[in-house]
């Protein structure tokens, strides 16, 4: 028995590293999958590995309603019922210093991920089964702060408030939420950041990094993409509300 068998996975940022890694893995646990992301070459390269019988693409803007509508209109049309949502699509913003930080990106940034984790759980949660999983991709910058990435951080704790309040009111029916906190990966997410702070401190963003990680190296896709599937699959059952640290240590 695989751990995912039969389970409906609605991915957003499914083009990206995490979400695309995820994607292999719980297609490999026995699930179908639903990758959303604005990015439409890169999601065809995605989908192009994976059995074509059990994945769909959607090219959409998380932040918007319509997009969210679109995507779990699209799942259901294609599977016929949700049981996983992978909330991960993500951008980064600007490190910058208060009084010169952009309002526009700020805006922008927080729209992605708090608006659009909102309106993934909005949409999607009528839908989903008994027994479903809400993993929202939050960061070690959740529970951190940093001068100067003031849209990013924000978001990523807001994030954490929106699980909390889906725990909650989504226990009753038997639908668990949880935020999972990647640390710095091994991605080209991750080394634009570095590239940015590091340019903004006078530092090498990636030795700045390094110093923080206790394990002393940067994670990579596939051990998130396992710790998700613990948090999607029931060998997390009685796991709901909390905030899961995938970070070598660095939050410590
Ligand atoms: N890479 C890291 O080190 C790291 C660490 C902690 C948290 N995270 C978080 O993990 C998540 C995934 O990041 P990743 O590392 O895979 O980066 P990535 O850039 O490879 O993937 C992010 C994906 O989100 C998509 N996306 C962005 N805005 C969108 C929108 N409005 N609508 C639809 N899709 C949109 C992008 O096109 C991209 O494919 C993000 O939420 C990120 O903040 C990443």
Redesign the pocket.
Known sequence: MKKLDGKVCLI??????????AARLFIEQGAAVVL????AE??NEVARDLPQERVATIV????SAE?ASAYVDLTLARFGAIDVLFS?????GTVQPIADYPDDVFGEVL???VR?AYLAAKHATPHMRKGGSIVI?????GVRGDAGVYA?ITA?HAQVGLMRCLAKELAPRGIRVNTI??????????LA?ERRLGDAMGVDGTAFFNDMIPLGR??T?DE?ARSVLYLASDDSSFVTGTTLMVDGGMSV
């Open positions: 957003t940022g499914g083009a990206g590293s995490l979400g695309a890694a959303v992301d604005r990015d890169r999601l959409a803007d998380v932040a997009g991960n699509a993500g951008n980064f729209s992605v991920h659009g991709t939050s960061s070690v910058a990013y990523k906190h990647p640390g710095p990966i091994d991605n080209g997410f991750q950041v940067h994670g896709a998130i």
